[in-house]
């Protein structure tokens, strides 16, 4: 089979998805084709036997980028055409309506304003009429489009799916994401573990949503913590003066952006996500995948993946308080660490592989293109 997957970013959860969907499909013996933005994705991606073309889609209106992509869907040709983000999303299917070609949209999220319609997760901006506009109404629209479908990496976003832009049940699938072949193969957290104090480890994108100050605050309450924020946004500058404000300076690091996190997760002993929404976060999977036990938020499709004091510990969306308990326990609980962590390590290795996620595409794929 031949596939085409588009991505209009450069980095991010979506990307990392892309490039080992994109790479598990090469190992398959796949024609796998990604197209994107000139990113440090790419090498990876071409070293896998991945066909990357550059193509940048700067924004829904961008002509230009439009047409690139177009040019190269013509020349490669393929049997379906995967939308890895909502610019693409639009973008992809807009094309299809001219080229005919099967498409799969996969919804990663939703905008920060729409974010409540999402069971479990919080309010973070309120929506305004044009946001609904431009978020159900027009992708209402756009799902109606033949020969198309959309995948959502959790049952959360599926609801959201189908109850409030009104997507037919039939073309709404969910695939969980997966961790690629590499995390599962290096040593895992508790392997490596020094002994040392414990060390509690952030990773994302810096922005409102994930609730970092929130993270910050709570960090500071467990005298034994040092918490180490691994990402870069623009958030960071608040984030900066939470930190000072916190009486915790000397506990609290910044690594910003990093291209490889691995060595991050895997020195961690507990890995925290507070976020007030989500859908189905690699970084999660990512640390669990390192055996690393996880505190996170009951946002979005969390609780799809972390079972409750079995691979983690879950605290309700906005609770600083449940946060700093779970800290202060994990903290204080080596044993529970090792026991969170293994647990974790087996439910990816059992559900929330790439290998899983690529073949349930395929399915999605072959259905899509009948």
């Known amino acids: 089979m031949r ?79 995967h939308l890895q983000d909502r610019r693409a999303g639009l973008v992809g299917r807009v094309l299809a309506l001219r080229s005919g070609v099967p498409t799969v949209y996969t919804l990663h999220g939703v905008p920060d304003p729409l974010a409540p319609l999402v069971p479990g997760n919080a309010v973070i901006t309120p929506a305004r009429r044009r946001d609904r506009i431009d978020n159900l109404v ?36 969910t695939v969980h994401n997966g961790v690629g072949r590499p995390w599962l193969e290096g040593p ?60 915790a300076a000397d506990r609290v690091s910044f690594a910003g952006f990093q291209q490889e996190p691995a060595p ?5 002993d507990l890995v925290v996500l507070p976020s007030a929404a989500e859908a189905c976060p690699m970084a999660l999977l990512q640390a669990m995948a390192c055996a690393v036990p996880v505190i996170a938020s009951r946002a979005g ?17 906005g609770s600083e308080d449940q946060l700093a308990a779970a800290l202060a326990e994990l903290t204080a609980d080596a044993s529970l660490r090792h026991r969170l962590g293994r647990s974790a390590r087996a439910r990816v290795l059992g559900q929330f592989t ?9 399915d999605v794929y072959e259905g899509v293109i009948r």
């Open 3 to 81: 596939v085409l997957q588009l991505i209009t970013q450069a980095r991010g959860g979506p990307v990392d998805h892309a490039v080992d969907v994109a790479v598990e499909l090469a190992q398959r013996g796949h024609d796998s084709h990604l197209v994107g933005p000139v990113g440090p994705y790419a090498a990876a991606a071409v070293a896998a036997g991945v066909a990357v073309h550059h193509a940048d889609v700067r924004s829904k209106t961008d002509v230009v980028g439009g047409r690139a992509v177009s040019r190269i869907v013509a020349d490669v040709r393929p049997d379906v055409v």
């Open 138 to 173: 027009l992708e209402r629209v756009l799902a109606r489009t033949p020969r198309s479908v959309v995948v959502t990496p959790c049952e959360a976003l599926a609801r959201y799916a189908r109850v409030h832009v009104g997507v037919p049940a039939h073309r709404v699938h």
């Open 188 to 247: 895992d957290a508790a392997e490596q573990s020094s002994g040392a104090a414990v060390n509690a480890v952030w990773l994302g994108v810096m922005q409102p949503v994930k609730r970092v100050p929130a993270l910050v605050r709570a960090a500071a309450t467990v005298p034994d913590l040092r918490l180490q924020l691994v990402g870069d946004g623009p958030e960071r500058a608040r984030i900066e003066a939470a930190v000072e404000v916190s009486g």
């Open 264 to 268: 991050f997760l895997r020195s961690a």
């Open 301 to 317: 499709g969390i609780p799809e993946i972390v079972r409750d004091r079995v691979d983690g510990l879950l605290v309700d969306t």
């Open 354 to 362: 790439v290998e899983h996620c690529v073949q349930r595409l395929l």
